[in-house]
């Protein structure tokens, strides 16, 4: 999706021809892939992640299945950021392969699977463990191959990558239902500790496509100057040691030579955000957005390098600068941005959309200092955890309207 069209390429290079306009038979809900899984999944986090602050201050208890630090977690990436990336790729898809995207019936009965696990999950103590598990890893499964189905179809090989990563985070969600997965010393556990370095990596992934496209164009059309570093062996080189890095943080998180590779990859991470020149489009909250939250990714390498080092930066810091900054802020930012474009809106962030995107960085930020001040995590939480309701329900608010009607 280019600045000014909604059926460009996603990552800026010419794509094939765009897919045929949605039949109006079908309810504009279910015309493309991201109206509801983009409405849905920020419902859902906007009202989620209070009522696991609700639960941490001692007011409630979280589904039996997990405990409560691992059901926060489980569904931030396997609720929320599975609905977000799912609505994102079934609409990048038919602009990366030329093919139909997936609308209708069919779209309508995946989003009605994402449902069922919510729904398993919250009613687990009424359900056998292995329906609830088999309900809520359906879902990713069935979209690694969806996407899967289409790649092959039009034979876009260079898109196996992003199929591999969500197959890979469907992985991780099953794990999070094999309880040896829990033996290992995390509260997270592997199956969460796995979504979230897939979650990384997809976000360096179509990070490193959208970013720059959506930088150049607008420099192109309002600051000519210095533009980003087209992508070259030196991106392939960061997703590399990224990818590298993560595995052998699962293998051996507590390792010397482990620290030494992340805080390489932070700091690799770091120069690649810099070659893309978002200092010369923040007068542009659509793109300046995007560059924040990327920013994010880095200091998560370094802050789990430094926890590595240090007691003073505990484990929950680095993994927050990666889950509520890096997911948290990207995917507001994708949301609206995706949301404007493909309703045939202007481009522009209004002033309830900037708010928007301040409320989402300081939740990322005061939930970093939760991570680092253990004597305030309370009160640092319940501030985190307003800004973050305020960032995620007034999405809904101001975009829910414009996703569930037709197109503009």
Not at 70 to 88: D, N, R
Not at 234 to 251: K, R
Not at 340 to 357: I, K, S
Not at 369 to 374: I, K, R, T, V, Y
Request: net charge positive.
């Amino acid at each position: 999706m280019s600045t000014t069209q909604p059926n460009a390429g996603f990552h800026g290079a010419p794509q094939k021809p765009a897919a045929s306009a949605t039949p109006t038979a079908i309810p504009a809900i279910f015309s493309i892939g991201f109206r509801p899984f983009f409405v849905a999944g920020a419902l859902f986090a906007g009202l989620g992640v209070p009522y696991w602050v609700w639960i941490f201050v001692g007011h409630g208890a979280a589904p039996p299945v997990f405990t409560p630090i691992a059901w926060h977690a489980h569904e931030m990436l396997y609720g929320y950021l599975a609905a977000v990336v799912t609505g994102f790729l079934l609409t990048a898809m038919p602009n990366w392969t030329g093919l139909p995207p997936l609308r209708g019936a069919p779209l309508a009965a995946l989003f009605a699977l994402w449902v069922a696990g919510r729904i398993a999950i919250a009613m687990a103590a009424h359900l056998d463990a292995r329906m609830v598990a088999v309900i809520d890893v359906a879902f990713l499964a069935v979209v690694a191959l969806v996407l899967a189905r289409d790649v092959v179809r039009s034979k876009s090989w260079s898109n196996l990558s992003s199929v591999a990563v969500i197959a890979v985070f469907a992985g991780g969600n099953a794990l999070c239902h094999w309880p040896p997965a829990w033996a290992a010393d995390s509260a997270m556990g592997i199956g969460n500790a796995t979504g979230v370095a897939a979650a990384i990596l997809l976000i360096s992934l179509v990070g490193g496509r959208v970013i720059p496209a959506f930088t150049r164009n607008w420099l192109a059309a309002h600051n000519p100057g210095r533009l980003p570093i087209q992508y070259s062996r030196f991106d392939s080189l960061v997703l590399a040691v990224g990818a590298c890095t993560l595995i052998a943080w699962f293998v051996a998180p507590r390792a010397s030579t482990v620290t030494g590779a992340l805080a390489l990859a932070g700091v690799l991470h770091g120069v690649r955000l810099t070659r893309w020149a978002g200092d010369r489009a923040r007068r542009e909250p659509l793109v300046l957005v995007l560059h924040v939250g990327y920013a994010f990714v880095p200091l998560g390498f370094l802050l789990l390098a430094a926890s590595g080092v240090t007691s003073a930066i505990g484990e929950s810091a680095a993994l927050h600068a990666w889950t509520a900054g890096a997911i948290g802020v990207m995917t507001v930012g994708m949301m609206t941005r995706v949301g404007l474009g493909h309703c045939g809106r202007p481009l522009v962030a209004d002033r309830f959309t900037q708010a928007m995107y301040a409320a989402v960085v300081l939740a990322a930020l005061v939930r970093i200092a939760a991570g680092l001040l253990p004597p305030m995590t309370v009160a640092l939480l319940e501030i985190a955890s307003a800004a973050w309701m305020l960032a995620l329900l007034g999405f809904v608010v101001r975009y829910g309207p414009m996703l569930l009607t037709p197109r503009m």
